[in-house]
């Protein structure tokens, strides 16, 4: 491979920094990037070849055709086109309808997104791969800090995005979206555009046409002071980690805790308490509001049970009790 261009090292370097804060990859390991054909996950995949060559690992590429506007198939046809030019293994996944239904209830992005990753993973992992990698960039950190302040998240919401959450890496989460352009450009990457990405509709789209730019004006650096703010709130998570785990232990197993323990903790704990509880027992998390009335359950025998999409509770005698919510 002949010398990256500097626009190209730049994006690498980057890469390279997050995942050696993650640990990972390790030598050898296979990694599946998830390529849409959009400049960010082009500058993912060729940041990922610059590195891959030193630390001996094997790439392939994902690309997902979601049937939701004409010329994604085509898209999805450059990707895997462009994967075997360069001579990488590629899977080109075409979601049915049904797939994308069965996520309904998290709007049209949630079940886009939902339907995307139950195709990749299976995928990634026929493939032979150990991690699948996508291109959110440190503007898609702030965009998603920014959401998570509108819809009154809590700390845990602010720590926005990790580079690494579980098997699923996010290298590029250092990197400016100018600079993946920056690097397309520079490389000569023709890269697809979404005509879905310009259009008014979606809140995300607004927070990046509008209010982020809104705010580069207010306060030039705001994007990163964001990304900042979801670090600074991660650092805080995980140290606090360890103590929600103790305290969920203390309060009970499976789906039950112990209303009194519950209710015995500082507010703020108990609150992490109950989203622990939840994703414990594979609900959904509860929103701040839900997260107070399970809250208040711990406190009041004869208080009404409480639900939000994905979930519910009761109070069960000394308990509070989980569940899924009722048809």
């Not at 920094?17 to 993912?44: H, N, Q």
């Not at 075997?84 to 979601?95: D, F, M, S, Y």
């Amino acid at each position: 491979m002949t010398r990256a261009p500097a626009e190209l090292r730049v994006v690498a370097d980057l890469a390279g920094k997050a995942l050696a804060g993650a640990g990972v990859p390790g030598p050898g390991d296979r990694v599946a990037a998830a390529v849409s054909g959009g400049a960010d996950s082009l500058a993912l995949l060729h940041a990922l070849r610059v590195l891959a060559g030193k630390r001996d690992w094997r790439l392939a590429v994902l690309t997902v055709d979601h049937g939701l506007r004409p010329g994604s198939a085509a898209d999805a046809a450059f990707v895997a086109d462009h994967a075997k030019a360069l001579g990488l293994p590629a899977r080109q996944l075409t979601l049915a309808p049904g797939e994308l239904e069965a996520h309904r209830a998290a709007g049209p992005e949630g079940a886009a997104r939902a339907a995307r990753y139950e195709a990749l993973w299976p995928a990634a992992d026929e493939l032979g791969c150990r991690w699948l990698a996508t291109g959110h960039t440190l503007d898609d950190q702030a965009e998603t800090v920014l959401l998570q302040l509108l819809r009154g998240a809590g700390p845990d919401g602010l720590a926005g995005m990790a580079v690494r959450s579980g098997r699923l890496l996010r290298p590029l989460l250092g990197v400016r979206r100018a600079e993946t352009r920056a690097c397309c450009a520079a490389a000569g990457l023709a890269w697809r555009e979404d005509p879905t990405n310009a259009t008014d509709g979606p809140l995300r789209n607004r927070v990046r046409s509008r209010l982020l730019p809104l705010l580069e004006q207010l306060r030039p650096g705001a994007t990163s002071t964001l990304a900042r703010t979801a670090a600074l709130a991660a650092d805080e998570r995980d140290w606090l980690d360890p103590v929600v785990a103790a305290a969920l232990a203390a309060a009970g197993d499976g789906a039950d805790l112990d209303a009194a323990a519950l209710g015995g903790l500082p507010v703020a704990l108990g609150r992490r308490v109950v989203r622990a509880a939840a994703a414990r027992a594979g609900l959904e998390a509860p929103d701040a509001g839900a997260t107070d009335r399970v809250l208040a359950l711990a406190g009041a025998a004869d208080e009404a049970g409480t639900g939000w999409p994905g979930g519910s509770a009761v109070r069960d005698g000394p308990a509070v009790r989980l569940a899924l919510p009722a048809d």
